[in-house]
C-alpha cells in the first residue's frame, strides 16, 4: 500500500511501473524523458576530488567505460525489471555471452552448454574457450542425465539457451540449476528467446542471466546491445572487472534508446505473442507443413514444463516443410509483408532459413542432431495485425501449390 508523501520502493512497484520509472536520475534540469549523457568522462572540481572519485571515497562517475549515468539508468532499470541485485551492459548479446563466460572461468576450468546454443555462442563455448584451456563438454539440454553425467570437480559454469534457437526446444532451468550447484558449479542462461516478460531464470534458481537487448528488449531492429545480470557479488567480482579493463561496454547512445523500448516492452511481446499463437494454430493446419515448433502449443514437446517455467510461448515460431530446402526457399520468396532476415525480436515480421543462414557453419550431421532440417524456417513475428500477416504466409502457400514447387 503506498503511504500518502513517502516514495514507494521500486522493488513494491507493479512491473509495467518499473519498465517505465525503474533507474531513472533526473538532471538539474528535470527533464521528463530520460537523458542522453553522450560524454567519454568526468570534470572534477579539485584535484582532491578526483584523488577521492579514484580511491571509491567519494561516489560518482570518472570515466565511460567504468560506469555512465543514461548506462547506469538501463543497468537499473533492467536489475529492477529481472529481480537482480545487479545488471551490467554490454555493446552486444555476445559481449554479454562472452564477458558473463570468460570472467567465471580460468585455465583448467571445464563448462557444460546444451548443444543447441545460438552459433556464436557455440563458438566462445567450443573454439574461444578450450585457447585459453577452459574444456567443454556439450549436451542435448533436454536430458537431465546427460547434465549430471558431464559435471566434473573442475566445472564452473553450465550455460544454455531456452527456449533454443531455431527448434524451440524448453530446457528445465529450475533442474539444472540444482545439478550445477550440487557440483558447486553456477548455471548462466541465456533467455533472449523467452525476453523478460516471459521467463525469469533467476527466480527459477539460475545464478547469471545474459541478453542481447539487440532482440525484443530494443524490439525496433535498431540498435545492439546486451545485458548480464547475476548477484551484486558476482557483478563485483567478476563481471564489473572484465567489462572495465577490458572495454565491451554500451554506448550510452544505446542505452537510452534501449531504456526507451524498456518503456513499451511488456505491450510489445504480448501483441507479438499473440500474433505467434495465432499464426502457430493457422500454420499446424496447412498442407506441405509437416511440423510447427511453438512451445505455446499443447503439442509441443515440453509443453507442461513451459506452463511450469513459462509465461506463454513466445513470439517466434518454427515449422517444417516437407519439401524441404527448395520449398521452403520458395514459401519464403514469395512472402511480400514478412521480411527475409536473420534478426528476431523486431516489430517487423522476419523469416530465416537457419540451415543456409545462422547455422550454416555446421556439419550437416551437427544441423541433423539439433533438428535444423532443410525444410526449416524460423518466424519472428512483429507487431504487424496477425490477419495481415496470416494472409501473406496462406499466399505465399497457395502460390507454392500454384506453382507444384512444395512437393518432397
Ligand atoms: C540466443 C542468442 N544469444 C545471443 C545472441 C547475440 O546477440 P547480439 O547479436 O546482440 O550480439 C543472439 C543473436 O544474435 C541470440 O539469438
Not at 512491473?15 to 538539474?28: D, E, F, I, M, Y
Not at 552448454?113 to 549436451?139: H, I, M, N, Q
Not at 545462422?358 to 535444423?372: I, K, S, Y
Request: net charge negative.
Amino acid at each position: 500500500m503506498k503511504i500518502p508523501g513517502q516514495k514507494p520502493d521500486p522493488r513494491t512497484l507493479r512491473p509495467a511501473t518499473q519498465l517505465v520509472h525503474g533507474g531513472t536520475q533526473r538532471s538539474q534540469f528535470g527533464e521528463t524523458s530520460e537523458a542522453i549523457f553522450l560524454t567519454q568522462g568526468f570534470v572534477y572540481e579539485s584535484m582532491e576530488r578526483a584523488e577521492a572519485r579514484f580511491k571509491g571515497d567519494e561516489p560518482g562517475y570518472v570515466y565511460s567505460r567504468y560506469s555512465n549515468p543514461t548506462v547506469v539508468m538501463f543497468e537499473e532499470r533492467m536489475a529492477l525489471f529481472e529481480g537482480a541485485e545487479a545488471a551490467r551492459a554490454t555493446a552486444s548479446g555476445m559481449a554479454a555471452v562472452t564477458a558473463s563466460l570468460m570472467s567465471l572461468v580460468k585455465a583448467g576450468d571445464h563448462v557444460v552448454a546444451a548443444r543447441a546454443l545460438f552459433g556464436a555462442c557455440l563458438y566462445v563455448v567450443e573454439d574461444l574457450l578450450p585457447r585459453f584451456g577452459v574444456s567443454s563438454t556439450l549436451v542435448d539440454g533436454a536430458d537431465l542425465s546427460q547434465w549430471r553425467a558431464a559435471m566434473r570437480p573442475e566445472t564452473k559454469v553450465l550455460f544454455l539457451e531456452s527456449p533454443t534457437n531455431p527448434c524451440l526446444e524448453v530446457y528445465d532451468i529450475a533442474a539444472i540449476a540444482a545439478i550445477a550447484h550440487d557440483n558447486g558449479s553456477l548455471l548462466v542462461v541465456d533467455n533472449v528467446f523467452a525476453t523478460p516478460i516471459l521467463q525469469k531464470p533467476l527466480a527459477l534458481g539460475a545464478d547469471c542471466v545474459v541478453y542481447s537487448a539487440t532482440k525484443h528488449i530494443d524490439g525496433h531492429g535498431r540498435c545492439l546491445g546486451g545485458v548480464i545480470l547475476a548477484s551484486q557479488e558476482l557483478i563485483d567480482t567478476h563481471i564489473h572487472a572484465f567489462l572495465r579493463q577490458t572495454g565491451p561496454v554500451l554506448s550510452p547512445f544505446n542505452a537510452w534508446v534501449l531504456l526507451k523500448s524498456l518503456e513499451t516492452l511488456p505491450l510489445r511481446v504480448r501483441q507479438q505473442m499473440q500474433s505467434a499463437e495465432r499464426i502457430a494454430d493457422f500454420l499446424s493446419g496447412c498442407q506441405h507443413i509437416r511440423l510447427v515448433r511453438y512451445p505455446g502449443r499443447s503439442d509441443h514437446p515440453q509443453a507442461d514444463l513451459v506452463k511450469r517455467q513459462m509465461r506463454g510461448g513466445g513470439t517466434l515460431v518454427s515449422f517444417e516443410f516437407a519439401g524441404g530446402k527448395a520449398a521452403a526457399f520458395a514459401f519464403a520468396n514469395q512472402l511480400s509483408i514478412i521480411k527475409i532476415s536473420n534478426n528476431l525480436g523486431d516489430a517487423k515480421s522476419l523469416i530465416t532459413h537457419p540451415a543456409t543462414t545462422t547455422h550454416q557453419r555446421l556439419t550437416p550431421e551437427a544441423r541433423a542432431a539439433l533438428g535444423v532440417n532443410d525444410g526449416l524456417l524460423r518466424l519472428s513475428v512483429g507487431l504487424e495485425d496477425a490477419d495481415d500477416l496470416i494472409d501473406d504466409l496462406g499466399a505465399a502457400l497457395a502460390a507454392l501449390d500454384q506453382h507444384g514447387l512444395a512437393a518432397e
